[in-house]
């Protein structure tokens, strides 16, 4: 075995407002869709217009961002902790009750799932990492009937903050499409989603009872199983 056999895993740090923000261990490439997708998450942007300013650095791998100073003071004085989290490593997060999680004006999404087992045979179809190494997670946004982003990364959130991003940057905004991800949907990524006011969350894997009761409160639905012939729906009526 060589070193070409590893899955390839850098760090990249983000300054906002040259303040240190956060250093992500991530497979180094669609840099600028992580760092964009990232500030959409966390409430520093809510499109590309509040972005001022992306500078990469010259010399590693880096990035200096500028936003409005109102956004930036509004996240920072947040009720904010760093948490240890079930899926990658320590991620920000508000804690409190279920009812601050953003919630979606429209009604709940239930996507044709038969279509979407053939979307996740043309999501595998495109992990050229995960075919040569077999050691890496892979996120892709559809409007149900077609793939719009596509993005693999060694870590799981990572791939859903550079498809995030790759649609912000292509000028349309995530509001109810649904996201593909290979993996489990942890507590942070369905809150994640539900930021990005998302309408679906579907996975071959399962979500934890966490991720059930953000994407309820959230009108965002969530399906197990995705891939099987009984794939698993949870809505904020109560399925499942």
């Known amino acids: 075995m060589t070193r070409q056999d590893a899955v390839e895993e850098a760090a990249v740090w983000l300054e906002v407002n040259g303040e240190s923000a956060v250093t992500w261990m991530c497979t180094p490439d669609q840099l600028p869709e992580l760092v964009v997708g990232w500030l959409y998450g966390e409430g520093y942007i809510d499109a590309m217009s509040d972005l001022e300013s992306l500078r990469p650095c010259a010399f590693e791998l880096g990035f200096w961002a500028k936003v409005p100073r109102e956004r930036y003071e509004t996240v920072e004085g947040a009720e904010r902790r760093r948490v240890l989290a079930s899926g990658c490593g320590a991620v920000t997060t508000i804690l409190g009750s279920l009812s601050r999680v953003p919630r979606r004006a429209a009604p709940p999404l239930i996507p044709d799932l038969p279509h ?3 979307l996740f045979k043309e999501l595998f179809a495109l992990g050229a990492r995960y075919n040569e190494t077999g050691g890496i997670h892979a996120a892709a946004l559809t ?7 596509h993005a ?3 870590g799981r959130h990572n791939a859903v903050d550079k498809v995030l991003g790759a649609m912000l940057m292509s000028g349309r905004r995530p509001d109810d499409l649904i996201l593909l991800v290979t993996g489990r949907i942890s507590g942070e990524l369905a809150y994640k989603a539900a930021r990005a006011r998302l309408g679906v969350v579907a996975t ?5 009872t966490l991720a059930v009761d953000i994407a309820r409160s959230a009108g965002l639905t969530l399906i197990g199983r995705a891939v099987s012939g009984e794939p698993q729906v949870w809505t904020v009526d109560g399925g499942q």
């Open 152 to 154: 693999e990364d060694i």
């Open 116 to 118: 979407t087992r053939k």
């Open 143 to 149: 409007d149900g009937e077609t793939l719009l982003a």
């Open 204 to 208: 071959p894997s399962v979500p934890s």
